[in-house]
């Protein structure tokens, strides 16, 4: 083994300690039984919840600025409840009915069935995948003719737009909403000794609110290979890179490592 990477198992041997504060950059879920309210009861932690990031609406005349006419369009891919909101928020403010033959392809069911805010969805041409935006390429694949409209964030992941870019797809990407860092002052004298990230834009949150932000022995949790680079690039050290094959949430990848820190002490 190289004199480095001796170095580096060192370091991450050095930081498996007992674990007992967490923070969730995510709003607190509303299921008193979800997996993180489980963690706690079962390994006595204390799991706080604070969404580091916030969805800002784009106002209609910005929207405008961007020249996409969504009557142009013959179908719509929604990868989160955010652009659900988003469109149909722009679509009323700007006095703009959308057809009923509209076609509208979804990530995952959750989010379909989120649509029923908005469309009687038993009448409506809806397509879903099964988790991920990669998922729903083989669906896309069926309907090359359809002329896609993507809303989505001013940030955004870059794997559904490259995957139409590069099979040749009509579409138009527009930006409805914007993500930006929540006001974290709040939490500048509180330690926890594990903070789980699920965004780069949550890694750069921390940062912009925290410019001075000294890791120390706070373990951090990376949900995504996107997010892992994210922690990474910032300099930080990264102790928990989920999903693994064996915990494909969040949840369950940290209860592997409380097993390793606090059970084994």
Known sequence: MSQVKTKEKEVKDSRLTKVSTIL????????????YSVLAEKYKLKIDFRPFIQVEALDVKEFKKQKIDILAHTAVIFTSRNAVD????????AKIEVPADMKYFCVTNQTANYLQKYIVIRKRKIFVGERTAKDLEEILKKHKDEKFLFPCSNIRKDELPMFLKENGFQFS?????KTVASDLSDLANMKYDMIAFFSPSGVQSLLTNFPDFKQNKTRIAAFGPTTAKAVLEAGLILDIEAPLPNAPSMAGAIELYIKKVNLTK
Not at 24 to 35: A, F, H, V
Not at 86 to 93: A, K
């Open 24 to 35: 969730i950059t995510q709003p607190k879920p509303t299921d008193e039984k979800s997996p």
């Open 86 to 93: 988003g469109f149909f928020r722009i679509c009323n403010e």
């Open 173 to 177: 990407e527009a930006v409805i909403y």
